[in-house]
């Protein structure tokens, strides 16, 4: 008994000293947002003297972060919209139907997975340009669907593998052609996973910077996470506003995680796991 005791003690001990290192980072931002610049300058580390919301009113009103808001939620619904409709229809043809290459096809959205977005910011970079999609909001909706495709295909395939055929031949015996199985059979049961996927690429969209930013050049288009490196740009010495805008940007996907965790954890297992 005692030797389960401590084993268990083993197993907390590392997963509370992960806890502890992601919870800092937030914790340290909130305390900062807190502060007056004066309160930072003395001493970063030491608690706040008392709760201050003056530096978020000022974050959130200095660079226009109420409109960089509206474009990141705008661009992420369409990205994601998207990213499931497309991610479910080759997730169906990939794993359900039997046509040659379908192998190979998976294989490559699997590859796809390895190739680091530094790799081909370049040339996707010109062919936006070329395109004349730069600085719009749908060439950055098409970036984010070429960048998490291959993400949401892999997820899909991998769920959708596990219906059992014997589903979409009794379908098909019934009159129903391949897009009415897809839309009445493969659609609502796919749905766990879809909810699983959507959160995942909705946060992944959210997230990005690199994209946004090499994309959307105009103050006007920029979205959240990019106003917010326009902030620290602006205010240089004023820590403690640039951390609000950092929690600004922070809250949609906290509350996103705390509402939707497991839906996240059983995406994630989803394309681990199944297939």
Known sequence: ????????????????????????????????????????????????????????????????????????????????????????????????????GSSVLFLCCLAALFVPFQVIMVPLARVMADAGLVDTYPGLVLAYVAQFLPFTIFLMTSYYKTIPTEIIDAARIDGNSVYGVYRRIMLPLGTPALLSVGILDALFCWNDVLIALLLMPSAEHRTLMVGVTSLRGQYSDDIPTFAS???????????????????????????????
Request: glycine share 8%; no cysteine; net charge positive.
């Open 1 to 100: 008994m005692s030797h389960l005791r401590w084993g268990r003690w083993l197993l907390a001990l590392p997963m509370a000293v992960l806890a502890l290192a992601t919870v800092y980072p937030l914790a340290f931002t909130l305390n900062v947002a807190m502060k007056t610049r004066r309160e930072y300058v003395l001493d970063r580390f030491s608690l706040a003297d008392a709760l201050r919301f003056e530096n978020i009113g000022a974050a959130w009103n200095s660079v226009g972060m109420a409109r960089y808001l509206a474009n990141s939620v705008g661009v992420v619904t369409a990205s994601v919209l998207l990213l499931l409709l497309f991610g479910s229809m080759a997730g169906f043809a990939l794993s359900q139907l039997r046509f040659r």
């Open 245 to 275: 805008g950092v929690l600004i940007a922070a809250v949609p996907v906290l509350v996103i995680y705390l509402f939707l965790q497991r839906q996240i954890a059983d995406g994630v297992a989803a394309g681990a796991t199944k297939g």
